[in-house]
């Protein structure tokens, strides 16, 4: 078989590469449970095997019996949670772990075994024998959407008038619907938690926040905020998960303290389906109609997701059919279902990816039906003020994007006729399909120390779950200081550093780096003061420190967004070009090209924005093609809770994906012109690549994930 | 090999423990220490007599040489390489990523050979040969591979990295970095959740293609 071969165009080895990296290859960087404490011990969770209910009975005897195990925490004997003593039950945003015998999902922790040693606390929770009153209990969000509710007022939305999509010469409506999809981060969730008598704690936590998650702990276990340290230095990704503090991680500080040891919980890989959030489940309608000449004339929006019984979890999922398009009638609403399952939580592209993936499968069919060219349909809905309000952008080079990204893809070879390309026994289609995610900053404080020996030094409190942040923010700095990157040393993944928001939302290079941008230029004047006026701009620092007499110099400065908000609406686009291989008689679907374009402001780190874009446009395909998580409803349990029957994508699924920028700066949005790409790399991917199936094969498939069964009764002319 | 590490649990007397390991080998044929071990020492278990009887019934000797060093360790049948490696040596560069062999970052060298270290028994290692990660460079100086990763970006988190890194030299090794197709083929066993694939086989291609000596 010929193989195409776009390396040579693709492999784009210029620009910084990460200030970590060598730590990462070496082996040498160490993630939260790997740090070798004296007298550590080891705890297992045990899980409940019923979705509600009641725990009956418990017997721990034989576990803790068993060799090496040290304790077993239940709510039977669980130390007091001081944060839990307001005498209600888990809810509002609040589980309660070991607080009373209650079920909520299966997979809910009722035991932590502590051992000497993770083979003996394995084994001790194997051990745990537990009994249950059991409670019917839902787990279908299908067979419950009778009861779907809106999580705030009435969860709607109305500009202009409501359903006019109905009035419209050319309409589509349709259900689009997708499965939970898990996080599925490498790095299992882990803790190490360790107290320092009664109100010392500090913990090695896998967070994409130190600081919240230091703030969080505090009010758990009432303890004094400089008395918890949260240290999170490498993370092994998260892509949302880790933006909150589980159960499990007090599972963790409820032992040691019990114990008084040091206690690592590592959840285990069928645990991380159950115990850290994940995308929910959701179904979603579109009615949308255009005039014979494409310009929209109403949109209606509707979605149901699922959530647990005892929080709810809110998304955007039908905002972005209120911003994405100038259209003047727009309607959407948001329901929410409870289910005897765990909460879900943000992944990539909260809320948009999914609502993404409905509209731009639904703009898609329209364009068929209108017979226009998906971007140009686009085109003649392109929104130059934002629709909602009517702002002006802070900057939108959407059209760009879609000129480069279809140059790329080769969109001229697009047939618009679906299901009539044929190379070599395969199916061919192109598709396309894009989405837009707030551009958001929030306010960061950073410390700079400049060295005698001319090495700087920068700290602040954000974690980094695997984008390149030190890279990004060494970058800023080298450009701003004029020194080298080698010279230059990002401090961070520590509560006690200064203050920095938690990695999510695609926020942190506008938010941090802006601080770095800050107290560089603070430091710089700093040195100006030394040298007098006349001098130069990027001075030899070792230099005039040694002038001085100094043996450093150090600066702290914070940033924040001023009133720009409010003049301007701020978001970052991008668009996907995927070209598709479908084989008629299997279903099988080979992804064989991708071009992705970010419109995401200025690029501060081009060799890690790259990885970055490419990384969301596989979680996108995965996304599309194989991700969901399989609920056996007779248990309320996950049937397919591993990496053998959870498919992700895999090297052999995934061809050179072109990743490219328009990278204009944004004037308004900070110093560096920079907008986030994290979200807006996966967002409008899932149905880049349905679309491209649909143009392919004349077979629309609006439940995720398009699995070769549902192809495989395709009504096409195999020649 | 440069040097012999024995390691010692803290307070225990692993002396003793590992005499009686000993003697209960020495004073049993095979055959009786299958048919005996699990029952006498589930038994010493259960009845809560004397833990440190179990224990060391239930541990084993195990040499093995870990990046050049070898070590003498006493471990139970059930511990996995993976969690020798990390537990007991600190060699946290091996990573778990599944413990079901499904996700492959975990992989390390078994004399000269890549395997899911999750799914290995040490006791199934003894007298063999292992590298990690942390084995792979020599000195300062980096492996090709760690430079094509550092070069091409060839991940983002870094966790699966030990294990791809692993698997991309013995991809190499195998003879089966021949294309980019085939390379991709034979990394599959090596999951990315960031998705660093196209960086990966540029890497490996980039290494293969120079024919520097992996």
Known sequence: ?719 | MEDTKHHTEPECEMEAKDNSRRNFIKQSTLLTAIALTPGTAVKAAGMHIDEKIAEAFEKMPLKMEVNGVAHNLSVEPRATLLDILREQLDLTGTKKGCDHGQCGACTVHVDGHRVNSCLTLGVMISGKKITTIEGLAKGDELHPMQEAFLKHDGFQCGYCTPGQIMSAVSCIREGHANSEMEIREYMSGNICRCGAYPNIVNAIQEVKEGGQPV
């Not at chain 1, 008395?227 to 500080?253: C, D, M």
């Open chain 1, 1 to 719: 078989m010929k193989e195409t071969t776009t390396l040579k165009k693709s492999a784009q080895t210029d620009g910084l590469s990460r200030v970590d990296g060598r730590l990462k290859v070496t082996g040498a960087a160490r993630y939260s449970a790997e740090f070798n404490i004296k007298g550590l011990t080891y705890g297992v969770l045990v899980g409940s095997t019923i979705a509600k209910g009641s725990i009956k009975s418990l017997d721990t005897k034989q576990a803790e019996r068993a060799p090496g195990v040290l304790t077993v925490i239940t709510h039977l004997n669980s130390p007091k949670v001081p944060g839990y003593q307001d005498g209600k039950p888990t809810g509002n945003g609040v589980f309660k772990i070991f607080y009373d015998n209650k079920i909520y999902f299966s997979g809910q922790p009722v035991a932590l075994v502590v051992a000497d040693s993770f083979e003996r606390a394995l084994f001790g929770a194997s051990q745990v024998k537990a009994q249950y009153n059991q409670d019917n209990h839902q787990t279908n969000l299908r067979a419950n959407v009778n009861t779907a509710k809106a999580p705030h007022g009435d969860g709607t939305y109305k500009r202009g008038t409501e359903d006019a999509w109905k009035t419209a010469p050319v309409k589509v409506e349709q259900e689009y619907i997708i499965p939970s999809d898990i996080h599925n981060p490498m790095e299992l969730h882990a803790i190490i938690a360790q107290w320092d008598g009664d109100d010392k704690l500090t913990v090695w936590d896998k967070t994409q926040g130190v600081q919240d998650a230091r703030d969080e702990i505090a009010q758990i276990f009432k303890l004094k905020k400089e008395n918890v340290q949260v240290n999170s230095k490498f993370v092994g990704g998260a892509f949302g998960s880790a933006l909150r503090t589980w159960p499990h991680e007090v599972a963790a500080i409820i032992a040691a303290k019990a114990l008084n040891r040091p206690v690592k919980v590592v959840l285990s890989r069928a645990d991380m389906f159950t115990s850290v959030g994940y995308r929910p489940h959701t179904w979603q309608k579109i009615g949308i109609g255009a005039t014979a000449d494409g310009k929209l004339v109403g949109i209606t929006h509707e979605a149901i997701g699922q959530t647990s019984t005892y929080e709810n979890f809110t998304e955007g999922t039908v905002g972005v059919s209120q911003s994405l398009y100038a259209c003047p009638n727009v309607n959407t609403s948001y329901k929410l279902v409870a289910l005897d399952v765990g909460v879900p939580t943000w992944m990539r592209g909260p809320g948009e990816a999914t609502g993404a993936f409905a509209l731009e499968s639904a703009l898609d069919e329209l364009s068929y039906q209108l017979n226009i060219d998906p971007i140009e349909l686009r085109m003649r809905n392109y929104a130059q003020t934002e629709p909602q309000g009517g702002k002006p952008f802070s900057s939108k080079y959407l059209d760009e994007a879609y000129k480069m990204g279809a140059e790329h893809i080769g969109w001229n070879d697009r047939s618009p006729k679906p299901g009539t390309v044929n190379e070599n026994g395969w199916l061919v289609g192109y598709g396309m399909g894009g989405g837009m995610f707030g551009a958001y900053r929030d306010g960061a404080t950073v410390k700079a120390i400049m060295m005698a020996d001319g090495n700087l030094i920068l700290q602040t409190a954000v974690s980094d779950i695997g984008p390149g942040t030190g890279t990004a923010m060494v970058s800023i700095a080298s450009e701003m200081m004029g020194i080298p990157a080698e010279k230059i040393r990002f401090d961070m993944g520590e509560s006690s550093l200064p203050q920095a928001p938690t990695q999510g939302g695609s926020s942190i290079t506008a938010s941090v780096g802006s601080a770095v941008y800050a107290v560089c230029k603070d430091l710089k004047e700093k040195f100006q003061q030394l040298i007098g006026n006349g001098g130069t701009d990027k001075p030899d620092y070792a230099q005039v420190l040694k002038q001085h007499n100094l043996a450093k110099l150090q600066v702290t400065s914070s940033a924040q967004g001023g009133d720009e908000r409010k003049k301007y609406a701020m978001f970052s686009w991008s668009v996907h070009f995927v070209r598709v291989k479908v084989h008629p008689a299997t279903g099988v679907i080979k992804i064989d090209k991708v071009a992705c374009v970010a419109d995401s402001g200025h690029i501060v780190s081009p060799k890690t924005a790259r990885s970055q874009i490419i990384g969301g446009a596989i979680g996108g395909i995965g996304m599309a093609l194989m991700e969901e998580v399989v609920f056996d409803h007779r248990y309320g349990r996950i049937v397919n809770n591993n990496f053998a029957d959870y498919h992700v994508p895999v090297n052999a699924d995934i061809p050179q994906i072109d990743a490219l920028f328009v990278n204009k700066p944004d004037p308004y949005i900070n110093p560096m012109g920079a907008k986030g790409m994290g979200e807006i790399a996966l967002i409008g991917m899932a149905s880049a690549v349905a679309n491209a199936v649909y143009n392919a094969t004349g077979k629309r498939v609006r439940d995720l994930p398009i699995t070769p069964d549902k192809l495989i009764t395709m009504d096409v002319e195999l020649s």
